[in-house]
């Protein structure tokens, strides 16, 4: 297997660093062909300012809460300024957008920076790319920029996810400019900075594929391998491994999103991470008043990327996936192969996803049944989908009686006590003890979401240049299983304004 070469960075970070001045990156997709990206630097952002911060991912590449605060944090993630060693460039890929296939697109609006060593992911590095920070060759139409809006339902979003415990890029800042871009209306700019081991997308191998550039897929392939998957490198299939692996991941992140009411809104395969993470958040939503039909993203007409839909839709991308792997591979039995772990990964790990929802310590026969019925009832209730689940954790296996908080999310307060019959006498059959199953759920069904309301709250302030309200959000979604009583009204049900917020794919 022709490896492309790749200098390795350090592995070992100096702990806290202070000054981002000392922060060194490398870019070792940088070192792929010129086919592969474009260098350039980000158009620099007017009078930048900080909006938000992460320190829990600031921490991911080491840096010390003390650095966010410095105005040379504005100034390199606005894009004004470049650290010494950050190689910018923006990545060529392409992709199929609501099933269709659109050609080239590649990064219109992101810079990559480089990958500054990490003290705690997996991989050792984390790249950096900044959002929103101006025209590149692959803007086609756009502007290069991105809204404040959409910044901060990114940076909240990547953060809330990743403390969910769900794969994610992740977001270390927001940086605001008074300058406005126009979409539906004028809107205020932002860049937001993300990182993630690497921003290699579906579409970043279908690019190659559709441009019949066969040496270019394997040295892609190759690139990916010899990075974010080391233990394939030797192996006598890699390829095939890798798609397999891909697929397992994106199965098992596709449960992960359903278990948690998590709509993406615009599952292109241009928006598909080869690591199985959540990548590029736009118009996506929580599930509220349940409902499996439902479309978080305004200009997916057809819902081609609705609830019910997001695991079949995964599976698609992993095929166009395949397709472009077939060359690679070499056996379209192998690919077929690799793909028909989808289904299976997706099937037991919603399984089990829901079994843990739901307290259940054992698979017992009437299990699927029992689940069945009840997203039935609260689809038929328009039940909000977090509280409930939260509030099932209270339920008493002995005592009804105390059933009040659960039955008043029911329209049809009958539909729960027949559901409840049925939940109660499978809870007996395990000899379900109420304060450790209690304990279980409370850990894997989140108190707090990021509901689009709660989102937009902290939006109008940001706007009116008060940063308080998203800082206040990003700390209750950093603990959203802990019971945080100060913030109870961050849980509650949306308003009824809540009803007209629609996000669409203009960002
Ligand atoms: P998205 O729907 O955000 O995943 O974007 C799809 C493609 O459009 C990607 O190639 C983006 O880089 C590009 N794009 C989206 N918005 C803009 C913009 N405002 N300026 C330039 N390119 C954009
Ligand atoms: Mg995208």
Redesign the pocket.
Known sequence: MNSPSLPNPSRSAPPGVRRLADLTLDNRFAALPPAFHTRLASTPLPAPYLVCASEAAAALIGLDPAALRDQQFVEVFSGNAELPTSQPLAAVYSGHQFGVWAGQ??????ILLGEAPSPTEPHGWMELQLKGSG?TP???M?????VLRSSIREFLCSEAMAALGIPTTRALCVIGSDMRVMREMPESTAVVTRMAPSFVRFGSFEHWFYNDRPQELRLLADYVIARSFPELQGSDRPYHTLLREVTRRTAELVAQWQAVGFMHG?L?T??MSILGQTL?Y?PFGFMEAYDPAHICNHTDQQGRYSYRMQPRIGEWNCYALGQAMVGLIGDVDEVQEALSVYQPSFAAKMDALWHAKLGLSTTQDGDEALIAALLQALAANRVDFTLFFRRLSGLAVDDPSADAPLRDLFIDRSAFDAWSVEYRRRLRAEGSADGARRSRMNRVNPKYILRNYLAQVAIDKAAQKDFSEVARLLAVLRQPFDEQPEHEAYAALPPDWAAGIEVS?S?
């Open positions: 697109l590649g990064d219109g609006r992101a025209r692959y803007s086609r756009g502007d290069g920029r991105a615009v292109n241009d928006n590029d736009g794919c960002s």
